[in-house]
């Protein structure tokens, strides 16, 4: 059985717990307190993580790191949600670079910063994020205006990737989707149907925190 180490909070770690129940795969969850420190650990960072991140999947004696590397390894795995083609396979990958870089990237910071940083955010640099966030996200709007998913017409694990943390309350972002992007909007209730989605907060281990800031 795959070991996910995670926690609760993490969209990316929810990108790979959202495959693995697409894929009807078993997991164990194992809690990591991040906020209690626990990825900044030295120790930790030696035995899990040298990036001091997760997700962290356990696969018998394979441990892998970093949600994009999981997702094409268990796409490859399973054969499954990884696209049909090698045509398809590369825009694929083209998009989970996208989203790594700058879709999830910014947003990401842009949620942490407003709901779990220690200090109140910095309005220049919530400012600078917001921009970028407006910009990646018009992009994914435009390229939904004519398909159901991001490749070809089934989904893939670029679909898993750019939509794990639009899942996540607005509240914790103060950044709202429907209404100012509507091909997202269906694109999200698309995903929602799909076997094995839940909400990450039903998934992934650890306790909801009420946002800070």
Known sequence: ??????LCQSGNSFKVAFLLRALNQPFENAFVDMFQGMTR??????QANQMGEVPILEDGERVLTQSGVILSYLANKHGAFGGKNEDEKLEVLRWLLFDNHKFTSYFAS??????????????A??????GRI???????????????????NAPTIADF??????????????????????????????????????HPYEVLPGERITPKW
């Open 134 to 152: 407006d910009n990646a996200f018009n992009i994914v709007n435009k390229h939904l205006a004519d398909r159901e998913y991001m490749v070809g």
């Open 110 to 123: 842009y949620r942490f910063n407003k709901s779990f940083g220690p200090a109140a955010p910095d309005p």
């Open 161 to 198: 990737s750019l939509s794990a943390y639009l899942f996540y309350p607005e509240e914790e972002s103060g950044y709202k989707i429907e209404g100012r992007y509507p091909n997202i909007t269906s694109w999200l209730e698309r995903l929602r149907a799909l076997p094995g989605w839940a």
């Open 125 to 130: 640099v919530q400012a600078w994020l917001l």
């Open 41 to 46: 650990d030295n120790e930790w960072r030696e």
């Open 1 to 6: 059985m795959y070991k996910l180490h995670s």
